[in-house]
C-alpha cells in the first residue's frame, strides 16, 4: 500500500475513534488493463468490488472476467470476487523444464515457479537459460536480471568490433607509413633513371658532326642563269655560220 493510502486509512481510523464518522471497512484499490479502477476490501473470493465512474463514484462492476494490471484474474458476479487466480506465463528451460513467469512476460521483479509433478516451488537462485536462448537470473523466485537473446549476424558484428578495438592501433600506422614509404622510395627511383636517361641522350647528341651547310640558294640560281645563257649563244652562233655557208 502506498504512503498516501497508508495515510487515509490512519485518519479514517482516527475519525472512527473520535466518533466523527462511522466504522468502515477500507477499501484497497485495484486497476484493469484499461485504467478502470477497482475497489475491494480484500482481492478475495467472497468479497464485494466495484468500481469508479467517471464522476468518481462507486458502481457495482458487471458480472465477468477481469485481468488487473496487479497480475491477477478475477472472476466477478453479482458485484462479488468468484475467484482470484495469478496470472502467469508458460515457459521451458534449455533442459525441458516447464516453469511458470508471473505476469504477461519476462521482466524484472516477476516471480518465477517451477512446475513439478508434486508442486509449483519457487525457482532456484542462479542463472537459468530458456529455449529460445533468453537467460534470466533469479533470486528468492524473482527474476532479477534478463539477458535477451543477441542475434547470430549481430552477435558477430560484435566480435568483429571487439578484434578491432584489440589491435594495436600504433602498429597499424606503423605498416601505412612503411608501406608508403617504400612506394615514395621505388618511386624517385624511377625518376631518378628517368633523368639519367635523358641526360645520356642529350650527350649523345651533342657529339654527333656537324650538318653540311646549304649552299645559297641565290647563287647557285644565278649561276645556272648563266650557264643556260652561254649555251643559247653557242646555238645562235652554230645557225649564223650555216647561213653563211649555204650563200
Known amino acids: 500500500m502506498s504512503k498516501s493510502k497508508t495515510a487515509i486509512a490512519e485518519i479514517k481510523k482516527l475519525m472512527v475513534q473520535f466518533g466523527f464518522m462511522a466504522d468502515e471497512s477500507v477499501m484497497a484499490s485495484f486497476k484493469l488493463e484499461d485504467n478502470t479502477i477497482l475497489q475491494a476490501s480484500k482481492l478475495e473470493a467472497g468479497e464485494k468490488i466495484v ?8 458502481v457495482a462492476l458487471e458480472d465477468g472476467s477481469y485481468n488487473l494490471v ?12 468468484k ?11 534449455i533442459d525441458g523444464t516447464e516453469i511458470k513467469v508471473e505476469g504477461d512476460g519476462l521482466v524484472e521483479g516477476a516471480k518465477v515457479v ?8 519457487p525457482a532456484p537462485d542462479g542463472r537459468h537459460e530458456l529455449e529460445d536462448g533468453t537467460k534470466v537470473e533469479t533470486k528468492d523466485g524473482v527474476i532479477v536480471s534478463i539477458e535477451e537473446k543477441m542475434e547470430a549476424g549481430y552477435k558477430d558484428k560484435m566480435e568483429e568490433d571487439e578484434e578491432e578495438k584489440s589491435e594495436d592501433p600504433i602498429k597499424e600506422i606503423v605498416s601505412l607509413l612503411k608501406d608508403m614509404m617504400e612506394k615514395v622510395s621505388q618511386k624517385m627511383k624511377d625518376m631518378e633513371e628517368k633523368v639519367e636517361e635523358v641526360k645520356s641522350d642529350f650527350n649523345s647528341f651533342k657529339k654527333e658532326p656537324a650538318a653540311k651547310k646549304i649552299a645559297n640558294g641565290k647563287t647557285d640560281f644565278n649561276k ?16 649564223a655560220e650555216l647561213r653563211k655557208n649555204n650563200k
Do not use: C, R
Open 114 to 121: 517451477v512446475i513439478t509433478p508434486d508442486a509449483e516451488i
Open 224 to 239: 645556272s642563269i648563266n650557264n643556260n645563257d652561254d649555251a643559247i649563244q653557242s646555238k645562235l652562233d652554230m645557225i
Open 83 to 93: 475467484s482470484v487466480k495469478q496470472i502467469f506465463v508458460s515457459a521451458k528451460l
Open 51 to 58: 468500481k469508479i465512474n467517471e464522476d468518481f463514484e462507486q
Open 70 to 81: 496487479e497480475n491477477f484474474n478475477i472472476v466477478v458476479k453479482g458485484g462479488e470476487i
